[in-house]
């Protein structure tokens, strides 16, 4: 784990304080599909919200 987050700093645009803007991008990523996503869809599941707007049961891959 440690490493793959090190991969991560190293590969970033951002220098300086690359952790710092690492965190806030893996926070904002966290917030994005926990809460804004999940508002979005009216607190359906993802099936939930497939067969609400497709009319169709979703199929598992």
């Known amino acids: 784990m ?3 987050i090190e991969q ?4 970033s645009p951002f ?6 803007k690492v965190h806030a991008l893996l926070r904002f ?3 994005y599909n926990e809460q ?3 508002e979005r869809h009216g607190h359906r599941s993802p099936s939930q ?3 609400d707007e ?3 049961i979703p199929i598992a891959a």
Do not use: N
Request: hydrophobic share 35%; glycine share 12%; proline share 0%.
């Open 2 to 4: 440690t490493e793959a």
């Open 8 to 11: 991560v700093i190293e590969d």
């Open 15 to 20: 220098h300086g304080e690359g952790y710092r």
């Open 29 to 31: 990523k966290d917030v």
């Open 36 to 38: 804004w996503m999940i």
């Open 49 to 51: 919200f497939i067969r």
């Open 54 to 56: 497709t009319g169709e």
